[in-house]
């Protein structure tokens, strides 16, 4: 591993990168044929091609995007923005195998980014090596190429212990390394691992991405391509010195308590291109960053006001991470630049999003994910490609889960009976997005397990890792309603009008003042819109397959109730407020336990 000391060095031969795609575009050839498709495939090469660009831990709140003008060029002016996208679980693992799977985490069971919950040994303990995304385009005659990090804990050792199924070719960034900047190892098909030490990793990526497409154009077939950098999350060190800083570790570097003892994070680190960027830029200055009064429920509601040392440290976090953004929105431009050398841009859909959120300073947090704050859930989405409207923004909702079902539908693919999709297709041209904004679902399924983590500064009276972090919690986003509700394992309840409250900083639940206890929401008490909607949380916490998309339909069988308004009537009072179960946790736990998570939506017992 790159020893801390040699980072600045490591930093100073960064110069070179400027010919990053000819330094890593002369890939070694597959040892293995191309395509396993036979004759009767080639027929469907005009089927369209896809190209996934996936990053870490990418925010949308925090105006990363504003700083991307070569994404603002080839996605944002030529496809289509959804505004309204969410993660349903904020942290890399369990949100990416949402993604691959189309199923929520209360049904994979990939809860954490480490065993025993979470990480690629769960991913192949629950069965899901052989259900997900690549596996199913494989069978629909599609090649399928992936560069990048797939899951967390896909380590140098346990690669090949199974190999991660579906790819035709793959070229996959490992634990421990996945998240050094200038110290990653990749491993390619079979090959074992080989490092790049002292190589830029995005420049790296972009390199193997484009030698990928030149494979996946070589042959008469359609492709799915998987490009997953990891910027902008921190950078990760393993095994550093005790002091936590010193001359030779990063500005920032912070020592992880607990459970992650062998772990530093500091400051994503950027190419040395763009080191010099961004110098005088900081942290939006939001009504819910830093605010003089404590806000949220739990852990959260404790946090103290940041001081100076931390806004100056959250200001350079930030800044790193959108200057290491910068060489991923390079690697966008050659992506693009390269399917018309191709030939074949105006047959592929270029999708962009990220695994989730992030947070510096908002409710005086610090930097990190792991919540279900706006900041945190509510991530990109762009996507151009044949027929998707160009220089266009929609406020539909959409889920990660929604992805998978979505890349099946839009090659015309059938949906195998195994995939039990939680989510359903987002609709891409300018007809069906238009119809959506009248007849899709309004609500988020948002659910997390375990501990918040600390990936800056700490605060001094706290330790890097939050304990009691589980929580149910859903969001919905209408003409009538912008509504956060949660539950978390401790019994704190929080409702947030985002409409009036877009900072989440006035919790309805607990009113301060007679004006606010005297609130009413649209008209409605507050107790009878919370009774609707923790039972539309009763039955999404877990819920499956069509349910997570008709959950009205769930309580409401036969019934015109699709919605929270068609809910709210007067004929649903005493269901709601007497009849129905509450959301409730008898403890808190580190990973999905049914007997920890309080009564359970019953079905044809729970239903109007």
Known sequence: MLAPSTLTVALQALGILAQRALA????????????????????????PNVVFILTDDQDLHMQSLDYMPLLKKHLLD???????????????????????????????????????????PKFLSQGLNEKYLPIWLQNEGYNTYYTGKLFNAHTTDNYNAPHAAGWT???FLLDPFTYSYLNSSWQRNKDPPVSYEGSYTTDVLAGKALGFLDDAASVDAPFFLGIAPIAPHCNVWENMHDDDRTATTPEGAIRVKGALED???????????????FHDVKVPRTENYNPDYPSGANWILKLDKLDQQNIDLYDHFYRSRLRALQAVDELIESVVKKLEELDILDNTYIIYTS????????HRLP?????????????????????????????IVTTHTDLAPTILNLIGGKVPSVAQFDGAA?????????????????HVNVEFWGIGVDEGKPHVSLDSLFANNTYKALRIVSESWNLYYSVWCTNEHELYDLKTDPGQLRNLLVPTTAAEKARTLNGYPIDKVVSRLDSLLLVLKSCKEDTCVYPWEALHPGENVHSLDDALSVWYDEFYL??????????????HFLDAEGPQFRGVDSVY
């Open 78 to 120: 030529e496809g289509t923005f959804y505004k309204k996208h969410f993660c349903t679980t904020a942290i890399c693992c369990p949100a990416r195998v949402s993604l691959w799977t189309g199923r929520a985490a209360h049904n994979t069971n990939v809860t954490d980014v480490n065993p025993p919950h979470g990480g690629y």
């Open 355 to 362: 695994d989730n959120g992030y947070h510096i300073g908002q």
């Open 367 to 395: 930097p990190g994910k792991t919540c279900g704050i706006e900041e945190d859930i509510n991530v990109p989405l762009i996507i151009r490609g044949p027929k998707v409207p160009q220089n266009h923004v929609t406020e």
């Open 24 to 47: 890593f575009q002369d890939q070694v050839p597959l040892g293995q044929a191309p395509s396993r498709l036979d004759a009767g495939h080639k027929a469907s090469a005009k089927r």
């Open 426 to 442: 987002i609709p891409l041209t300018r007809h069906d997005i238009a119809a959506a904004a009248s007849d899709r679902h309004e």
């Open 578 to 591: 007497t009849q129905q179960d509450k959301v409730s946790f008898s403890r808190c736990e580190l990973g």
């Open 169 to 171: 070719g793959s070229d």
């Open 263 to 277: 772990l530093v994070f500091t400051p994503p680190i950027p190419a040395d291109r763009h080191k010099h960027l």
